[in-house]
C-alpha cells in the first residue's frame, strides 16, 4: 500500500471502509425516495400550489 507500518495501512483501509459506507448509504437513500416518488407521483411539489410536502389524504 506504500504506507510506512502496519498500523498506518490499517488506519487507512478502516477509515476508507468508514467512507465507503457513508457514499452506500447516501446512494441507498436516494433511490429509496426515487423509487417513492415512481410509485406514487404525488409525493412531487405542485410547483404552482407553492407546496413543498405531500397533504395527508
Known amino acids: 500500500m506504500g504506507h510506512d507500518s502496519m ?3 490499517l488506519i487507512y483501509q478502516h477509515a ?6 457513508f457514499i452506500a448509504d447516501a446512494l441507498d437513500a436516494q433511490m429509496m425516495t426515487v423509487r417513492a ?5 404525488r409525493r ?11 397533504a395527508e389524504e
Do not use: M, V, Y
Not at 416518488?37 to 407521483?41: A, W
Not at 412531487?44 to 405531500?54: E, I, Y
Open 7 to 9: 498500523r498506518a495501512a
Open 16 to 21: 476508507t471502509a468508514e467512507a465507503g459506507q
Open 37 to 41: 416518488l415512481l410509485e406514487d407521483p
Open 44 to 54: 412531487l411539489t405542485n410547483p404552482d400550489s407553492g407546496d413543498t410536502a405531500r
